[in-house]
């Protein structure tokens, strides 16, 4: 079964493809079935609605790598649950309840990250524990719905962040350890605050709203000296 592209974007951080996840579990095993012979396996060994994200983020990457002609090898995972691409390909996977994606990106430096996040309101407010003291007060004044949509844009670029950053770090980075400021028109003011002083890092993030989604890009680069 081909899988069912939500969208296929080229960003400014990659090219990124949104495979729309199949409900029931049989359409789930037949997109699995399409997936070379070492993430099937992986796939079948997984329970159903874990193997539903995994397989469309499986299936996303390989639409993606396919856009930049890479051939569809297996795509495994490192010891820190990130995909592991080839020589001079960054890329990242995202999955929510109806969809998955992956970006890829020709990079040899820099690292990338993908996240996407239904843009719904939450029933729970998680301002506290993923924003820091002066990214909350940048919320002031907006009512509960925009500024639940604000927190999720910003728990989704940090979330991207993450992504590309783990390969440089490879530790659990807090959500508090970085600031993220979005600006109309889809980027965004960012500025760590690395508990262990890593760095300096380039770090770009790329945001945008559509489809009741919201997805989030970053791209991160070491920059001049460790510290
Ligand atoms: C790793 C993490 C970002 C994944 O986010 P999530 O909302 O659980 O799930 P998503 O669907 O968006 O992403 C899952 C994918 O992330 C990728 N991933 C997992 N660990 C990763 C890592 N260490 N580095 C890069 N990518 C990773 C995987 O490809 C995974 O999909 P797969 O297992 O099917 O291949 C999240 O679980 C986490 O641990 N966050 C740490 C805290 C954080 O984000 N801090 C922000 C600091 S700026």
Same mark, same amino acid.
């Given at each position: 079964?081909?899988?069912?592209?939500?969208?296929?974007?080229?960003?400014?951080?990659?090219?990124?493809?949104?495979?729309?996840?199949?409900?029931?579990?049989?359409?789930?095993?037949?997109?699995?079935?399409?997936?070379?012979?070492?993430?099937?396996?992986?796939?079948?060994?997984?329970? %159903?609605?874990?193997?539903?994200?995994?397989?469309?983020?499986?299936?996303?990457?390989?639409?993606?790598?396919?856009?930049?002609?890479?051939? =569809? #090898? =297996?795509?495994?995972?490192?010891?820190?649950?990130?995909?592991?691409?080839?020589?001079?390909?960054?890329?990242?996977?995202?999955?929510?309840?109806?969809?998955?994606? =992956?970006?890829?990106?020709?990079?040899?430096?820099?690292?990338?990250?993908?996240?996407?996040?239904?843009? %719904?309101?939450?029933?729970?407010?998680?301002?506290? &524990?993923?924003?820091? #003291?002066?990214?909350?007060?940048?919320?002031?004044?907006?009512?509960?719905?925009?500024?639940?949509?604000?927190?999720?844009?910003?728990?989704? =670029?940090?979330?991207?962040?993450?992504?590309?950053?783990?390969?440089?770090?490879?530790?659990?980075?807090?959500?508090?350890?970085?600031?993220?400021?979005?600006?109309?028109?889809?980027?965004?003011?960012?500025?760590?605050?690395? &508990?262990?002083?890593?760095?300096?890092?380039?770090?770009?993030?790329?945001? &945008?709203?559509?489809?009741?989604?919201?997805?989030?890009?970053?791209? %991160?680069?070491?920059?001049?000296?460790?510290?």
């Amino acid at each position: 079964m081909a899988p069912d592209i939500a969208f296929d974007l080229t960003l400014e951080h990659g090219r990124c493809v949104g495979v729309t996840l199949p409900e029931a579990a049989e359409a789930v095993d037949a997109l699995a079935e399409t997936l070379a012979a070492a993430e099937r396996a992986r796939a079948f060994d997984l329970p %159903i609605p874990r193997r539903r994200t995994w397989t469309g983020g499986r299936a996303a990457m390989r639409e993606a790598l396919g856009r930049l002609g890479f051939p =569809a #090898d =297996a795509v495994a995972t490192d010891d820190r649950g990130a995909p592991v691409l080839p020589p001079g390909v960054r890329g990242s996977i995202t999955h929510k309840e109806r969809i998955a994606a =992956a970006m890829v990106a020709l990079e040899s430096s820099a690292c990338v990250g993908v996240d996407v996040e239904m843009d %719904i309101a939450r029933s729970h407010d998680i301002a506290s &524990r993923v924003l820091r #003291d002066a990214e909350r007060a940048e919320l002031v004044g907006l009512d509960a719905a925009g500024r639940a949509r604000e927190v999720l844009l910003r728990f989704s =670029a940090k979330e991207a962040i993450y992504k590309a950053l783990d390969p440089f770090v490879r530790r659990y980075v807090d959500f508090k350890e970085m600031s993220v400021s979005p600006r109309p028109g889809g980027a965004a003011l960012v500025t760590p605050y690395l &508990r262990e002083g890593e760095g300096p890092f380039a770090i770009e993030v790329r945001w &945008r709203r559509f489809d009741g989604i919201v997805l989030t890009t970053a791209r %991160i680069e070491r920059v001049g000296q460790p510290r």
